[in-house]
């Protein structure tokens, strides 16, 4: 990213999975991290794309002080009513770190905004990829939106490190919905992407995000 080294960038990793599948053939492909050692599999769809799964390394979550959510929903223009009460606000990581915000109504979502700068500040403190704002639509689809101040951008259109934080944080919850799920992302934003997600209810083990991928001309 333009300010910062992610630990850990899902999408980037779906991307050489596919590029791995591309010039060496289909499979399964180990991955080295700063942190950690992953893995990525390459395979064909039936309408021949490429299609990448990765399996993140282990999540964990943890809850968020009042107080630095208070400061967080402020820049964001929300107060706690705009949260959704059945999923509660919390640090959620599989490889980097992000904080998971349920919002009430699709429509707050749409209308995302922030102050840069308060947020950029406010997710240095706390080590923050980015800032995960998400509607739940149903028990298997979600729709997102990655703040991603920290790294000089002001909004991620895929975030395959979020989304395994995600999964991560429901297993925490004891969420009682489907264990694969899809998140819908990028469409507020005109870069529309689509994220299959699964995860065991053992806790903290890795997470497997499945994407496709298009070529950039």
């Not at 590029?19 to 992953?38: P, R, V, W």
């Not at 990525?40 to 282990?58: D, F, N, Y």
């Amino acid at each position: 990213a333009p300010e910062m080294e992610v630990p850990f960038c899902g999408h980037a990793t779906i991307a050489l999975g596919a590029a791995l599948g591309e010039h060496f053939g289909e499979g399964t492909y180990k991955l080295y991290l700063n942190q950690s050692e992953i893995s990525v599999r390459a395979a064909r769809t039936g309408k021949g794309a490429i299609e990448a799964t990765l399996q993140s390394p282990e999540t964990h979550s943890e809850n968020v002080q009042q107080e630095y959510l208070d400061k967080v929903l402020a820049s964001f223009h929300l107060t706690v009513d705009s949260l959704a009460p059945a999923f509660p606000p919390r640090f959620a990581s599989a490889g980097a770190k992000h904080l998971i915000l349920f919002l009430k109504e699709r429509k707050t979502l749409a209308e995302m905004n922030y102050a840069f700068d308060e947020v950029r500040e406010l997710m240095a403190e706390h080590g923050l990829v980015t800032i995960s704002l998400l509607w739940n639509e149903s028990n298997s689809v979600f729709h997102a939106r990655n703040a991603f101040a920290s790294g000089g951008v002001y909004e991620d259109p895929a975030t395959g490190a979020a989304a395994a934080a995600l999964a991560g944080y429901l297993r925490d919850i004891n969420w009682q919905g489907e264990k694969s799920f899809t998140i819908l992302q990028g469409e507020d934003m005109g870069v529309p992407s689509r994220l299959t997600v699964a995860f065991t209810p053992k806790p903290g083990e890795s997470i497997s995000v499945s994407g496709e991928v298009r070529p950039i001309e």
